[in-house]
């Protein structure tokens, strides 16, 4: 049986925005300029305006996230759009150390995994709020605060199948 709850994808974006938000603000990092939505797009070096459902801008890291709300497990194609992405945004951003994630609610493929890797993108599993936020302050804030705390409430709704 499966348990994840089906959303539609802009709710999703939504639901990693605000989750961003609560861990940007219990980590202290309310200097970073946090952006999301349709009209976030960050311009590469190939002059390419990519769009990124959730940014974080600071002084020397930008942060790069996709939500994917799939039914299927999180594919080759996913994971190298969004490695090509992180590829032209470093370009233009040279003086920033670029971060890509791919957060979703289904596990990645073995396929995509060494895709992934080869391209020092993180795959984010969001089984619950907590766990991410946990797994998120690791793999990303470490060394920024000795303990990482947040607080963030997010209503999930269930959209009934059609």
């Known amino acids: 049986m499966n348990n994840t709850p ?3 994808g802009s709710d999703y974006e939504h639901l990693v925005n605000k989750l961003i938000a609560g861990l940007r603000e219990g980590a202290n990092l309310t200097n970073f300029e946090q952006r999301y939505g349709a009209t976030n797009r960050i311009k590469g070096a190939s002059g390419y305006k990519h769009q990124i459902d959730v940014s974080l801008l600071g002084h020397s890291d930008l942060f790069l996230f996709e939500a994917k709300c799939l039914k299927r497990v999180l594919g080759v194609q996913e994971v190298l ?5 992180l590829t032209d945004i470093s370009a233009a951003f040279p003086n920033h150390r670029v971060h ?7 596990h990645v493929s073995r396929n995509a995994q060494p895709i992934a890797d ?3 993108v993180k795959i984010d599993w969001i089984s619950d709020v907590k766990n991410y936020g946990i797994t998120f302050a690791n793999q990303h804030l470490v060394g ?6 947040f ?5 999930c709704k269930e959209i009934p199948p059609q």
């Not at 759009?81 to 992405?85: D, E, Q, S, V």
């Not at 607080?151 to 209503?155: A, D, L, M, Q």
């Open 6 to 8: 089906r959303i539609k």
């Open 100 to 106: 890509a994630s791919v957060i979703s609610m289904k």
């Open 81 to 85: 759009i969004m490695g090509a992405r």
């Open 118 to 120: 080869h391209f020092n």
């Open 144 to 149: 920024w605060e000795e303990t990482v705390g």
């Open 151 to 155: 607080k963030c409430t997010i209503e």
